[in-house]
């Protein structure tokens, strides 16, 4: 099993240029996550899904959107990026099937943003 | 959701017994507490989860009191590679939960010296 998988790994923008950041879990799982963290810093949620095809704003939502496209798949958005969105980004799923949760995270390697 | 509140960094020395107290004054019947180790450039991974008393496991030991207000996270004859930033999480693992958000704290900051 891959687990979570991140990509891209690397990533530099220009200021207002958007991308799409993508995560898949292929462990099943029904609630998946995404986490920044800025240099030095702890871990702040973004979005979150607890199912497919719903979602739902963390701690620090603005200038993000997320998509969750199926079970497997839950992506982040920069519409338009700014400096202070320059962080890792990392996505995880949470160890909860249809039959048990055992409220485990499973990180991904994670995504490095600059944004100039 | 339960606030937590651990040491910023804490420092020791290989071989040393460490202990790490996380605070979680306002803890909810259903709560469980859990552990996460960050090495850098990493993601976090799992290292124990208990509800109360004591669990063990090839890597920690936790400690929760009857009160089940605080925890300790034990780390037995620490190496240079414990080195890592270890975050204390409180929240309900249930099935039945809908509240599946999950927030880390800043962390404790570890680092061992040879």
């Known amino acids: 099993n891959a687990g979570v998988t991140q990509t891209p790994k690397f990533q530099v923008l220009k200021t207002g240029q958007s991308m799409t950041l993508q995560c898949a879990q292929d462990m099943n799982h029904n609630s998946m996550y995404w986490y920044r963290q800025d240099p030095g810093m702890g871990l702040r949620l973004i979005y979150y899904s607890a199912s497919e095809g719903t979602t739902d704003k963390g701690e620090v939502p603005n200038g993000y959107n997320v998509s969750r496209l199926n079970k497997r798949e839950f992506s982040l958005r920069l519409e338009s990026a700014a400096p202070s969105q320059t962080s890792v980004y990392f996505c995880a799923s949470r160890a909860d099937t249809d039959r048990v949760d055992t409220g485990e995270l499973f990180f991904g390697e994670g995504s490095r943003l600059t944004v100039l | 959701l339960a606030k937590t509140t651990q040491p910023i960094s804490m420092d020791s020395y290989e071989g040393q017994e460490v202990n790490i107290t996380c605070s979680h004054n306002n803890i909810a019947t259903n709560d469980y507490i859990t552990w996460y180790q960050q090495f850098p450039s990493q993601g976090p991974r799992f290292i124990i989860q208990g509800y109360k008393t004591k669990v063990t496991n090839e890597v920690a030991s936790l400690f929760i009191p009857a009160d089940r207000k605080s925890s300790t996270l034990s780390l037995p004859r620490v190496s240079l590679s414990d080195t890592a930033v270890y975050y204390c999480?409180?929240?309900?693992?249930?099935?039945?939960?809908?509240?599946?958000?999950?927030?880390f704290g800043s962390g404790t900051r570890l680092s061992i010296r040879p």
């Open positions: 999480l409180v929240g309900d693992q249930s099935w039945y939960s809908s509240a599946s958000k999950i927030i």
